[in-house]
């Protein structure tokens, strides 16, 4: 589909059942980024997005996270939570990876089949 992110800050905005709600979110779509991804973190403030990406580790990680992969047009195709030391498995269709605090997606109401939108620099990408 052509898009292209940097490595920064935007928004994420999650159109689940709940309304829309917005989310801080960090990019992560550098080789350097994405190895790093939350590892070394004790909290995480909103969400990081790791793209391109279709599966994640845990290993060397302090804290329990909530992963959710994205399809190409931004549909979450599978959420799920991850313990520090574990290995996930890649997902076929994903394009990008969600991360964030375990237990924080559920709140934001981002569950299978809800749709996302990312703000970056302050223009709304599809």
């Known amino acids: 589909m052509g898009r ?28 350097r980024a994405r190895s790093k991804g939350l590892l070394g973190r004790d909290s995480v403030d909103g969400a990081m997005l790791l793209t391109p990406a279709s599966g994640v580790h845990t290993f060397r990680m302090r804290i329990p996270i909530d992963v ?3 399809d190409r ?14 290995l996930g498995l890649p997902r076929l269709r994903s394009r990008h990876v969600l991360e964030a605090e375990a237990g924080a997606m559920a709140g934001w109401g981002l569950g299978v089949g809800v749709r996302v939108s990312v703000v970056s620099a302050g223009l709304p990408l599809p």
């Not at 047009?73 to 574990?86: C, D, E, F, H």
């Open 4 to 31: 292209r992110w940097r490595d920064g800050r935007g928004t994420l905005v999650v159109h689940g059942e709940r309304g829309d709600v917005s989310v801080p979110l960090e990019f992560a779509s550098s080789y």
């Open 68 to 70: 959710a992969h994205l």
């Open 73 to 86: 047009k931004l549909n979450v195709i599978a959420v799920g939570t991850m313990r520090p030391g574990r």
